[in-house]
């Protein structure tokens, strides 16, 4: 039982694990820039919206609601995904942010990193107006009151990050597991956030379609699997 699943563990985790204990014992903190200023930035965001002062400032910098004209949602998309809700600890954002766009960041590269937090995060924003367009009497539809809540800020870039990190490192039951919990939170509780999230992951997987149909084209159809000797993990940028 214990070998089963070890085997289990390093078939899952093991490629990952090993980029990034392998970026961490050569850089240590500077293999993760953006996630180490994401952070600092997070935190920031949460203790100036917390003042009487700060509050409509970061409002009008980085909260996206549905309501708002697009372009002025999309000037602001940047930003949002390092405003954390008011509602929810703060410890929790922080958390996120830094084990899973570090780990994204020392895999990826931040710049593809950073890339596909934002088709994540844009994917949430703009799915909520097609959601109100719908109305609720469909199902994909919202109420029209939802116009006026802030969009997820920085969760459903982590959770569409972690989507494409498993598929990139072949952990298809992590992948599958954060999936399953997306979905779960909607049915337990089916409000914007948890809708949103799952728009992030449909984008996501999208992207993940189409960077598979090319890898395949490119390889003459066979796509390389972890372990092999043509298995590459991504190149960082």
Known sequence: MRDSVAGFARREWGPLFG?????LAERKWRAAPMTVAAVCLTALFQAVQNQDWGYQPVQDIGSVRA?????LALLRT?????????????????????LVFGIAEICLGRWRTLAVALLATLCGTLYARLGIALGPGTPFGL?????????TGPSAAVVGLAVYVCRRYRAWWTGGAVIV???VE???KPNLAGKEHLAAIAGVLVLIGFEAW???RQDGGVEPRPGTRSWKPPIRS
């Open 19 to 23: 980029t990034v204990r392998a970026g």
């Open 67 to 71: 309501e708002d004209p697009l372009w």
């Open 78 to 98: 940047p930003l949002s995904l390092f405003v954390p809700a008011l509602d929810l600890p703060v410890w929790g954002a922080l958390a996120q942010v830094l």
């Open 143 to 151: 109420p029209a009151s939802d116009a006026q809540v802030v969009d």
């Open 181 to 183: 919990a997306m979905i």
């Open 186 to 188: 909607v049915i337990v």
């Open 214 to 216: 090319r890898e395949r």
